[in-house]
């Protein structure tokens, strides 16, 4: 394959690395990218003389190959953070992951009592497997803990019931660990012995997350390889044993040897030739959820401590907060304001995803005050980012679809699909990155690595990795 061309769509993790990967090979590389700056849901804005993310962005893996890459791209320019997160529920903040005495002092008595008999009853007779997040969670927690701390939040970010949500969301980011486990360990785990792991600390850019992707964007263009800013492609042709071309939306069309596409899974298939139509109809199944990131800039600093929040309040309709001035100082450039943003998750025909900026941050100002977090502090501007197709939504069953779509895009020789709307899978950033790696592996080693199973071994993916040195593990 060597001297071959290869076009690569979408400067995302997962594109930019295996852009920067296949440049490195010697590989002729075109990166395309509709936007007009690299790191996709990754990237880093500068707003108020300040830099802040697309909502919160801590970089963690167990793969060691992943946190090589990281670590050869980032240098030094990083810090570990320690990490702080809490739930707002009922007034109340609780530590997350939680903390059982914590939780259950907060939670009072009689909740307290609630919750314990109502696990006890899933040990006696536990909630009968259906293939549900609801179900799946119940038989671990109990249903008390279930609807106190993972319904309601679940929900605003799904904008589905909890029963019609697949296990697998559960499965992958919700640590295999029960209700036992979590007070057997907070009993008998000395403090001083106790290792950091992930869930204490995690590495983060002093530019920023998107700094990474930057460093990449250089590195490629250092390498021989264009990078194409506001570019974006309208259609790939790719038919087995044909060559296959990009059609972009200003017109032109370029031949390559190989594409590598983590644009959206949808657009892809809908717009390949001599599609058959049951793939296409499994494609239409697949739905994506929109962000709408609510920026206020805060005038004062030690605001609250926490680096993100999760919002349990039913009454609220934001999911998520995020104080950037907890993460790492250089990003805050010694400003004397602090910037938080707040989450909200929509579909595209929801009332919130078509109201004004202006509403938005009325809303915002309205529903952050509420939580007692800034007290009477000035709000003095807002700013609003309306982020598109940013969730895969796993429906109960979505995997049925999905794999009729992942069998009819691999029998297509020239063309592979990496990353989280590209590939359909719920990827944190080393996932994608770990999809574009492998992705040009096959090409620079010929192996058969299959990329869609990349994200599906929820089993070894936990945040209890014990965090080296020199802050990540790359043993
Ligand atoms: C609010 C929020 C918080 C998150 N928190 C974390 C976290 O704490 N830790 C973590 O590791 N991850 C986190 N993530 C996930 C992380 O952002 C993603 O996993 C990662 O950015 C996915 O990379 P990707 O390359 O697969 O896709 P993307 O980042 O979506 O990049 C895809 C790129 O393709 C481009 N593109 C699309 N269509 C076209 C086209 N037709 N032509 C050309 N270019 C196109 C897009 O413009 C984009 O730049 C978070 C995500 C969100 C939304």
Redesign the pocket.
């Known amino acids: 394959m060597k001297n071959k061309q290869i076009a690569i769509?979408?400067?995302?993790?997962?594109?930019?690395t295996a852009a920067y990967e296949l440049s490195k090979a010697g590989y002729e590389v075109t990166l395309?990218?509709?936007?007009n700056e690299?790191?996709?849901?990754?990237?880093t804005i500068e707003l108020w003389d300040q830099k802040v993310d697309?909502?919160?962005?801590?970089?963690?893996s167990n793969d060691t190959k992943v946190n090589k890459l990281w670590l050869e791209v980032v240098g030094k320019d990083y810090h570990m953070v320690d990490r702080l997160t809490r739930i707002y529920y009922k007034k109340k903040f609780y530590y997350y992951p939680l903390k059982p005495f914590d939780a259950l002092f907060k939670l009072g008595i009689g909740q307290a009592f609630l919750c314990a008999t109502s696990y006890m009853k899933e040990k006696v007779r536990p909630t009968k497997q259906n293939g549900s997040f609801e179900a799946w969670v119940t038989a671990r927690f109990g249903a008390r803990l279930y609807s106190i701390f993972f319904k309601t939040y679940s929900e605003k970010l799904w904008g589905i019931p909890c029963s019609e949500l697949d296990e697998d969301f559960a499965a992958q980011r919700i640590k295999k660990l029960s209700l036992f486990e979590a007070v057997k360990n907070a009993l008998f785990t000395k403090k001083n012995t106790k290792h950091k792991t992930l869930v204490d600390q995690f590495a983060y850019p002093i530019g920023g997350t998107g700094m990474v992707y930057e460093k990449m964007k250089t590195q490629i263009e250092k390498n021989g390889g264009k990078v194409m800013l506001n570019?974006?492609?309208?259609k790939v042709n790719a038919i087995n044993g044909e060559s296959v071309s990009i059609h972009l939306e200003n017109g032109e069309i370029n031949t390559f040897d190989h594409i590598i596409s983590?644009?959206?899974i949808t657009?892809l298939v809908n717009n390949l030739p001599q599609v058959p139509a049951d793939v296409i109809a499994a494609t239409s199944s697949l739905k994506f959820r929109n962000?709408i990131?609510v920026y206020l800039k805060i005038e004062g600093q030690a605001v609250f401590p926490d680096n993100w929040l999760y919002v349990h309040a039913s009454d609220l309709q934001m999911g998520?907060i995020t104080n950037f001035s907890n993460w790492v100082p250089e990003i805050n450039q010694g400003q004397s304001s602090t910037i938080v943003t707040l989450?909200y998750w929509s579909y595209n025909e929801d009332e919130i995803w078509n109201a004004t900026s202006k509403a938005l941050i009325e809303l915002g100002k309205k529903e952050l005050r509420s939580t007692g977090l800034i007290k009477d502090l000035t709000i003095s501007d807002g700013h609003v980012v309306k982020?598109p197709k940013?969730?895969p939504v796993y429906g109960k069953g979505y995997k049925e679809p999905l794999q009729k779509v992942e069998h009819y895009l691999s029998s297509i020789e020239n063309l592979s699909v990496?990353?989280?709307?590209?590939a359909f899978k719920y990827?944190?950033?080393?996932?994608?990155i770990l999809?574009?790696l492998l992705a040009a592996e096959n090409l620079i080693k010929g192996t058969r690595h299959n990329l869609w199973e990349i994200n599906t071994d929820y089993e070894v993916y936990q945040e209890t990795s014990t965090i080296t040195a020199s802050g990540l593990s790359t043993e």
């Open positions: 769509i979408g400067a995302g993790p997962a594109g930019a395309y990218e509709a936007s690299v790191g996709g849901l990754s990237k697309l909502g919160p962005h801590r970089f963690f570019t974006r492609v309208a983590s644009m959206p657009h962000t990131l998520r989450e982020i940013c969730y990496i990353g989280r709307y590209g990827n944190n950033q080393d996932h994608s999809m574009g």
